[in-house]
C-alpha cells in the first residue's frame, strides 16, 4: 500500500509553492495525498515564521494533533520550512509528539528524512522505551542551498499558476525575519523560468504569477543589468497560451523605469503591482532600513500611473513598529488615503527573534496597534467600494477561472488589475478571455453580465 501523506501550508504563497516541492518530492518517491491527517501515515505542516501570530497559529494547529497521534502512534508528524530553520530543536520542546523538524534548505531530501522518523519511532515503539529527544529528526542545515531553483508551480486552478522566480532575500528590513530563515536572494535561470512556463501555457495554464520576496530585483545574483525582470517579461509575453502575466512582490527601491515600461508595452503583462510601503513616516521608514522615503513611494506611483493609466498598486503596511508615534501613524493613514491602494493587507508589528529591530522596545501597547490596524483597514475598505463602483457601468476583460466558489451557477474571473468578478456563463468558458460590464460592486468582488463581443460562447 502506498504511503499517504498530508500537508498544509500555513502563510504566504512562497510557502504553498514550498509545500508543493515537498509534495512533488514524495510523489516520486511513492506518496499519494491524503485530505485529512486521519487519513495520512505522514502529516507535514509547511511553516512561516514572518509573523508570530503565523507561528502561535502553527503551534495551536499542530498540538490539536497530540490526541490523534496518541490513536496512531504511527503517524509520523514533521514540521517544516521557516519557522523550522528558525527554531529548530525549540520545536520538540513545545510539540513533543513532532518527529521530523525540516529546514527550508533540507526540502530535496524530505523522503529521507521521513524514512529516518520512520525508522526511529519505530524502533522506540518496538524497545518500549520512553520517547527521547533522540528519536527524532532535526535537519535544519545554515548552509545556502546548491540548487534551489523550484520547478515547482502552485495552481490554484487550471488556469491560474504562481511560479517561484527566485528565493530568499538580501534587504534586511528591520523587523523581517526572511533574510534570516530563507537566505540570501538567488534568482532561476532565465531559460528554466521560460521553460517552466511553456509547459505550464501547453497545460492549460493561461495567467502566471511569478514569486519572490522582491521579485523587482530578479536576476542581481546573475546579472549587473536592471532590466533582468523586464526581459524575462518579454521572454514570457511570446510563449504561446498565456494570456496575462503578473509579478509579486515589489520593493519600491528596486523599481525600474524598463519594469514599468514593460508592464506599458507587453500585451500579456497586467497593470497590477504588489508594491509595500510597510510606512507613511520617514522616521519609521528608515527605522525599519525600507531604504525609500515616503515622497520617493509616492513619486514613483506617480510615474506607474503616468506610464500605466488605471494600474492597481496594493500594499503592506505594518502599524505599531517600534516607538511609532500617533503623528507618525497619521502619515501613514495619509498615505492609505492619497494613493487609494488597490488593497492593504496591515501587519500589527510583532518582534522577531534575530532581526534588528528585536533589539528595539516593543512599546506601542497591543490595543493601540488593534486600533491602528483596524483604522487602516477602514480607510482601506471605503476606497475599495468607491474604487470598484467607478467599475460600474463600464465593460472589462475578465480571464475566466471556473465556477464560483459561493454560486456554482455563477462564473467567477478577474480584471488584469486583479478584482474578482461573477457573472454568469457556461463552464466551458474557464480559460477564456471574455468582455463583462460591470452592473454591481462590493468592496471585494464585482458583478455583471457578459457582452457578446466576445462570440457569445
Ligand atoms: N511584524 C509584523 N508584520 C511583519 N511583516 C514582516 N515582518 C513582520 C513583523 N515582524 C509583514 C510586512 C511584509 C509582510 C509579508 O509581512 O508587511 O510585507
Ligand atoms: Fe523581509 Fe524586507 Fe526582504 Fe520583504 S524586502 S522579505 S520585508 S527583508
Same mark, same amino acid.
Do not use: W
Given at each position: 500500500m502506498?504511503?499517504?501523506v498530508?500537508i498544509h501550508?500555513f ?5 504553498k509553492?514550498d509545500?508543493?516541492?515537498?509534495l512533488?518530492a514524495?510523489?516520486?518517491? +511513492?506518496y499519494?495525498e491524503? &485530505?485529512t491527517?486521519d487519513?495520512?501515515?505522514v502529516?507535514?505542516?509547511n511553516t512561516?515564521s514572518?509573523?508570530a501570530?503565523a507561528?502561535?497559529?502553527?503551534y ?10 496518541r490513536?496512531k %502512534?504511527?503517524?509520523i508528524?514533521?514540521i517544516?520550512?521557516c ?6 530543536e ?7 509528539h513532532?518527529?521530523l523538524v525540516c529546514?527550508?534548505?533540507?526540502f530535496p531530501r524530505i523522503?529521507?528524512l ?8 519505530c524502533?522506540r515503539? $518496538?524497545?518500549g522505551? @520512553?520517547?527521547?529527544r533522540?528519536?527524532? !529528526?532535526?535537519?535544519c542545515?545554515e ?5 534551489e531553483?523550484?520547478?515547482?508551480s502552485v495552481?490554484?486552478?487550471r488556469?491560474?499558476a504562481f511560479? +517561484?522566480?527566485?528565493?530568499?532575500c538580501?534587504n534586511?528590513c528591520?523587523y523581517c525575519?526572511? %533574510? ?10 532565465? &531559460?528554466?523560468?521560460v521553460?517552466?512556463?511553456k509547459?505550464?501555457a501547453?497545460?492549460g495554464c493561461?495567467e502566471i504569477?511569478l ?11 546573475f546579472t549587473?543589468?536592471a ?6 517579461l ?5 510563449v504561446?497560451?498565456?494570456?496575462r502575466v503578473?509579478f509579486?512582490?515589489s520593493?519600491p527601491?528596486d523599481?525600474s523605469?524598463e519594469?514599468?515600461?514593460? !508592464? ?11 508594491m509595500?510601503?510597510q510606512?507613511g513616516s520617514?522616521?519609521?521608514l528608515?527605522?525599519?532600513?525600507r531604504r525609500?522615503t515616503?515622497? +520617493?513611494y509616492?513619486?514613483?506611483v506617480?510615474?506607474?500611473r503616468e506610464?500605466a ?7 503592506d503596511f505594518?502599524?505599531g513598529?517600534?516607538g511609532?508615534?500617533?503623528a507618525e501613524?497619521d ?7 492619497d494613493?487609494?491602494f488597490?488593497n492593504s493587507?496591515v501587519?500589527k508589528y $510583532?518582534?522577531?527573534?534575530g532581526t534588528?529591530?528585536?533589539?528595539l522596545a516593543?512599546d506601542v501597547p497591543w ?6 490596524n483596524? @483604522?487602516?483597514?477602514?480607510i482601506? &475598505? ?6 470598484n463602483?467607478?467599475?460600474i457601468?463600464q465593460?472589462?476583460e475578465?480571464?475566466v477561472e471556473g465556477? $464560483?466558489?459561493?454560486d456554482?451557477s455563477?462564473l467567477t474571473?478577474r480584471?488584469?488589475t486583479?478584482q474578482?468578478?461573477v ?7 474557464a480559460g477564456?478571455?471574455?468582455r463583462?460590464?460591470?452592473? $454591481?460592486a462590493t468592496?471585494? *468582488?464585482?458583478? +455583471? *453580465?457578459r ?5 457569445g460562447r
Open positions: 502506498p504511503n499517504k498530508f501550508a502563510g504566504c504563497q512562497m510557502n509553492l509545500a508543493e516541492l515537498a512533488s514524495l510523489r516520486r518517491a +511513492g499519494e491524503a &485530505a491527517p487519513e495520512a501515515d502529516a507535514l505542516y512561516c514572518v509573523r501570530h507561528e502561535e497559529r502553527v495551536s494547529n499542530v498540538g490539536k494533533l497530540k490526541s490523534l497521534k490513536r %502512534p504511527s503517524l508528524i514533521g517544516l520550512g519557522m523550522a530553520q528558525k527554531d529548530g525549540k520545536i520538540f520542546e513545545r510539540l513533543p513532532v518527529d529546514g527550508t534548505r533540507e523522503a529521507e521521513i524514512e529516518e522518523a520512520r525508522r526511529l519511532s524502533a515503539r $518496538s524497545s522505551s @520512553a520517547k527521547s533522540a528519536d527524532r !529528526v532535526l535537519a542545515s548552509e545556502a542551498a546548491v540548487s531553483a523550484r520547478e515547482i495552481r490554484p486552478n488556469r491560474r511560479l +517561484g522566480i527566485m528565493r530568499g538580501d534586511y528591520a525575519v526572511v %533574510p534570516f530563515v530563507r537566505g540570501p536572494e538567488i534568482s532561476r535561470p532565465v &531559460a528554466e523560468v521553460d517552466e512556463a509547459r505550464l501547453d497545460d493561461r504569477t514569486l519572490g520576496q522582491n521579485v523587482n530585483s530578479y536576476g542581481k545574483s549587473p543589468s532590466r533582468a525582470l523586464a526581459d524575462l518579454a521572454r514570457l509575453d511570446k504561446a497560451g498565456l494570456a503578473r509579486i512582490t520593493h527601491k523599481m523605469r519594469i514599468l515600461e514593460a !508592464v506599458r508595452d507587453l500585451p500579456t503583462v497586467c497593470e497590477h503591482l504588489h509595500p510601503a510606512s520617514d522616521r519609521v528608515a527605522a525599519m532600513n525609500h515616503a515622497r +520617493g509616492r513619486d514613483l506617480a510615474l506607474e506610464l493609466p488605471g494600474i492597481a498598486i496594493a500594499s505594518i502599524v513598529f517600534p511609532e508615534t500617533d501613524f502619515e501613514t493613514a495619509a498615505l492609505l488615503r494613493i487609494r488597490q493587507f501587519f $510583532s518582534t522577531r527573534p534588528a529591530a528585536a533589539k516593543d490595543e493601540e496597534k488593534r486600533r491602528r483596524l @483604522a487602516l483597514l477602514e482601506q &475598505a471605503a476606497v475599495n467600494l468607491e474604487e463602483r467607478k467599475f457601468g465593460e472589462a475578465v480571464l465556477p $464560483s466558489r459561493r456554482a455563477r474571473g480584471l488584469r486583479n474578482i468578478v457573472f454568469e456563463g457556461p463552464e466551458t468558458l477564456e478571455l471574455v463583462v460590464r460591470v452592473e $454591481s468592496p471585494l *468582488t464585482l458583478a +455583471g *453580465t457582452t457578446m463581443d466576445d462570440g
